[in-house]
């Protein structure tokens, strides 16, 4: 009868709309405005990170930094779109983005790097998602972790890169 009813209770949470916060530090062999620079450049995003298929950014700001970027995300049926919205911390080198109030995806996060020396940086990164849809990449490969992932293929990138 336990079986049963933690077999049902998985079955149950793999059927659920995927919902997820989670949060990572690790350290990068840049120096932090590098990679803050290179982590602002929203249009390059799915060159770093595989899930995603394209982004479109949509409307710049005074700058000249994405501030509303269109994303395609890649499912194992099918894709995703949403819109992110960005703000920009200079000073603090803070990146944050969120969906729009009126999106079906919530998906909010931000990432900020910390000195450690001229060639090396603490990035710390935090992302909150609900998505409307069973997403079983979620559930299996990210383990329901997706900053781990995102900041493990971040770092590839800029190893990569140096």
Excluded: K
């Excluded at 079986?3 to 059927?15: D, M, N, V």
């Amino acid at each position: 009868m336990a079986t049963a009813l933690a077999l049902a209770s998985r079955i149950a949470s793999l059927a659920a709309p995927a919902r997820s916060a989670s949060e990572v530090t690790t350290t990068l062999p840049l120096g932090a405005s590098a990679a803050y620079e290179v982590f602002c450049d929203a249009a390059e995003i799915p060159r770093w990170l595989p899930i995603l298929q394209s982004a479109r950014v949509l409307m710049r700001d005074d700058a000249g930094r994405a501030a509303r970027v269109a994303f395609m995300r890649r499912l194992e049926r099918g894709s995703l779109g949403y819109t992110l919205t960005y703000r920009y911390d200079q000073e603090r080198l803070t990146v944050g983005w969120s969906t729009l109030p009126s999106s079906n995806v919530r998906l909010t996060g931000e990432a900020q790097f910390v000195p450690l020396s001229p060639r090396a940086c603490m990035m710390l990164y935090r992302i909150d998602l609900d998505l409307p849809i069973v997403d079983e990449l979620l559930h299996g490969e990210l383990d329901r972790h997706p900053a781990s992932f995102a900041v493990a293929e971040f770092r590839e990138h800029v190893r990569r890169l140096c």
